[in-house]
């Protein structure tokens, strides 16, 4: 089993004195939901998500290694970096990478001897309300590897996706399952084979084809910032009193999701995904403070799509992220129908009538190599 040790930079063997990269790395939803974590971003409990496939961020990183001590006014010492966003640059997102960058600095000496030009876009609608953490930093996490391997030719293909997603997962966590596969386990389980609390890993065993092309309609109820931040409400879970009862049913809903895509149970699917839904949210709501994620509208659409799953046996279903927002889940061979239901009841309730229509991916793809 891979320790944190093992992701340190081996001695490199060739020199790389400029170039760039681009790679793009999608989002994703989680079934069983993390919430709630450890020091060093370690999750508190296990969690499996679809990756996307049309949500997703692209990002250029330019290097150009520093030829003295001192670049555009900063020591080589130093972390020396552009952060562009639509090509046009954005200042107030460079603490972000800062942080980053000091986190991932033992696992990559190299980073200190290069000045980096970092341009990044995403196809959803900036500020849609679609969390682009994950995707922007497993794009990130993706060049950066792309330049150690550059360094290190040698380097196996396993390590390089297991470290890709060790590092983008100290960026942002979820970003550890926006890597590689279109089902992703993050977090140690005893029931998964080499599952690990360091870097995410692709669902082990074959996936029934119930589940392939699944497709997630994601409803923008609320496009503004979140009242409360991820981050805290994670911390929130320190000192929850449900806490170890919600741990605890995370890694039982894992087992019970392994076997439903394994087996192609659609009934027990929805279970087990709207369950998880609602206990996220219920963890917000039993905190201390409390808080309240959710808005009207998002609770009419999740009434709305029982009412329609009942009356047409369509198995349609939700799940929420720690937002606002209505992922509707749902096999592609009822695409027509459901999407019919999406614009004659669901659209109303979206913010300006935006939704976004997406389905189960591949994880990150290269796209410039130079």
Known sequence: MLSEKDFISKPYLLTVEKGNFEWSAPSNIALVKYWGKKPNQIPANPSISFTLNNCKTITKLG???????IVLGETKEKFSFDFLFEGKPKEDFKPKIQKFFERISVYCFFLKDYHFTIDTQNTFPHSSGIASSASGMAALAMNIMSLEKALNPKMTENYFYQKASFLARLGSGSACRSVKGNIVVWGKHGEIKNSSNLFGIEFPTVIHKNFDNYQDTILLVDKGEKQVSSTVGHD??????????????AHHNLSSIKTVLETGNLEAFIEIVESEALTLHAMMMTSTPYFILMKPNTLEIITKIWKFRTETQIPVCFTLD???????LYP??????????????LVGYCQNGLYICDEIGKGSQLIIDN
Do not use: C, W
Not at 63 to 69: E, I, L, N, P, Y
Not at 236 to 249: G, S, V, W
């Open 63 to 69: 290097f150009k290694k520093k030829t003295s001590s």
């Open 236 to 249: 929130l879970m320190y000192n929850h009193p449900f806490a170890k009862q919600r741990f605890e049913q």
């Open 322 to 328: 720690a937002g606002a927002n209505v992922h509707i």
């Open 332 to 345: 592609e061979n009822v695409s027509g129908a459901t999407l019919q239901f999406i614009k004659d009841e």
